[in-house]
Nanobody, 121 residues
């Protein structure tokens, strides 16, 4: 089992920044790909970014490229999502996930509880 706990969400004005954290624990989570997904009201959960734990290879959704950065700190067993130049359309619940895939929801086996990000003036 892998346990994931997100933090760092909140209310921010358009153009602002937030950093989300995902603390991981449990069995062999270091063999997984870690990712962030988001889900806005009335919409499907969508891929945001992913990173391989060991190699650090990253992938991003087109909508966040150049604004968001995913990283991991092996010493703290934590994955981060630095979000800059936030837009109202970034408003969603953000979920941390661990799995074997890159962009598809079904490829991820473990999920955190989610953290709300609201971008509004």
């Amino acid at each position: 089992q892998v346990q994931l706990v997100e933090s760092g969400g909140g209310l921010v004005q358009p153009g602002g920044s937030l950093r989300l954290s995902c603390a991981a624990s449990g069995r062999a989570f270091s063999s997984y790909t870690m990712a962030w997904f988001r889900q806005a009201p009335g919409k499907e959960r969508e891929f945001v970014a992913s990173i391989t734990w060991n190699g650090g290879s990253t992938a991003y959704a087109d909508s966040v490229k150049g604004r968001f950065t995913i990283s991991r700190d092996k010493t703290k067993n934590t994955v981060y999502l630095q979000m800059n130049t936030l837009k109202p359309e970034d408003t969603a619940v953000y979920f941390c996930a661990a799995g074997s895939g890159r962009t598809a929801v079904v490829q991820y086996d473990y999920w955190g509880q989610g953290t709300q990000v609201t971008v509004s003036s």
